[in-house]
């Protein structure tokens, strides 16, 4: 099992460019989320999916937006990148019951805007 | 609302000392749960453990242990004769309960940077 991988590793973009960054998990996990990571902040919630084709807002959600056409993948996209929105994303994963269970982290993508 | 507070910043030790990380949380929630999460220098995030608020047992696991207090509302980490490779960032992180799809949301500590010397 590859667990959660996203893809692209790395990528800068110039102001006003728009990006996709694509996650997928093949534990068959309902919920998936993603996350930016920025020095001294610890991780901070863009957006989540409960399950396909169902997404809602997180704590910084401005300036994204996703996409969970199937279970598996779930997409963040920037449609005008801003220098604010440098940071290190990180995609997640978990499984679904009655008690809260532990989320799955992708590698990360470091994403500098320029 | 939920928070969670790492007071330390960055530790550093020698190897082979003990060391404690610190997790204070902030919650209304009855039921809840806490995690720890490991960044090594590589950048994955790695899941140590989880707790629910309902089981104040102290866990241990190797040169791991982790402390949970519901009286100070903590759940601090040792690790036991510390080695160069426990050097990364730690975090805490909590959740309220499992409504059916509106939370398992996790709220992160800033995270402790622990440096481990030879």
């Known amino acids: 099992n590859a667990g959660v991988t996203q893809t692209p590793k790395f990528r800068v973009l110039k102001t006003g460019q728009s990006m996709t960054l694509l996650c997928a998990q093949d534990?068959?996990?309902?919920?998936m989320y993603w996350y930016r990571q920025d020095p001294g902040m610890g991780l901070r919630l863009i957006h989540y999916s409960v399950g396909e084709g169902t997404t809602a807002k997180g704590e910084v959600p401005d300036g994204y937006n996703v996409s969970r056409l199937k279970k598996q993948n779930f997409l963040l996209g920037l449609e005008s990148a801003a220098p604010s929105q440098t940071s290190v994303y990180f995609c997640a994963s978990s499984y679904v019951g009655l008690a809260v269970y532990e989320q799955y982290f992708g590698p990360g993508t470091r994403l500098t805007v320029t | 609302a939920q928070k969670v507070t790492q007071a330390q910043t960055e530790i550093s030790v020698v190897e082979k000392e003990d060391v404690t990380l610190d997790c204070v949380y902030e919650t209304r929630d009855t039921t809840y749960y806490l995690f720890w999460y490991k960044q090594p220098p590589s950048g994955e995030l790695v899941f140590l453990i989880r707790r629910n608020s309902f089981d104040e047992q102290n866990e241990i696991s190797g040169r791991y242990s982790w402390n949970f207090q519901k009286s100070t509302s903590s759940f601090n980490f040792t690790i036991t004769a510390s080695q160069v490779v426990d050097s990364a960032v730690y975090f805490c992180a909590l959740s309220g309960p499992n409504y059916g799809g509106a939370t398992n949301k996790l709220i992160f500590g800033t995270g402790t940077l622990l440096a481990v010397q030879p």
């Open positions: 534990m068959n996990h309902e919920y």
